[in-house]
């Protein structure tokens, strides 16, 4: 059993930045039989998506959404099991509620196991 807090979501100016956390915490044995970590998000009214997803071999892989790419960071660090969302140039369309994942298999494209329960992100002026 895995259990994943995410936090860092607020109130955000157009164009400005935003960091989420995401940590993991579960008896060693999971923690190594995590594969993949992700970031999903679900603006009001749509289904969720997927935004970013990094591998947790420390090959230094790592996925963005085309609507992300060049804006948003995905790192973890290992030690803390801890995954983190760098939000850059957010837009109003960013706007949603952030969840972070595990993955049992080395796919993005896979089907988490393991959800954490949230954190709320608003871009407004």
């Known amino acids: 059993q895995v259990q994943l807090v995410e936090s860092g979501g607020g109130l955000v100016q157009p164009g400005g930045s935003l960091r989420l956390s995401c940590a993991a915490s579960?008896?060693?044995?999971?923690?190594?039989?995590?594969?993949?970590m992700g970031w999903f998000r679900q603006a009001p009214g749509k289904e969720r998506e997927r935004v970013s997803c990094?591998?947790?071999?420390?090959?230094?892989?790592?996925y963005y959404e085309d609507s992300v790419r060049g804006r948003f960071t995905v790192s973890r660090d290992k030690a803390e099991n801890t995954m983190y969302l760098l939000m850059n140039s957010v837009k109003a369309e960013d706007t949603g509620d952030y969840f972070c994942?595990?993955?049992?298999?080395?796919?993005?494209?896979?089907?988490?196991?393991?959800w954490g329960q949230g954190t709320q992100v608003t871009v407004s002026s």
């Open positions: 994942a595990t993955y049992p298999s080395y796919y993005c494209d896979g089907k988490p196991d393991y």
């Open positions: 579960a008896p060693a044995r999971s923690i190594r039989s995590i594969n993949l």
């Open positions: 990094i591998s947790s071999s420390g090959d230094g892989k790592v």
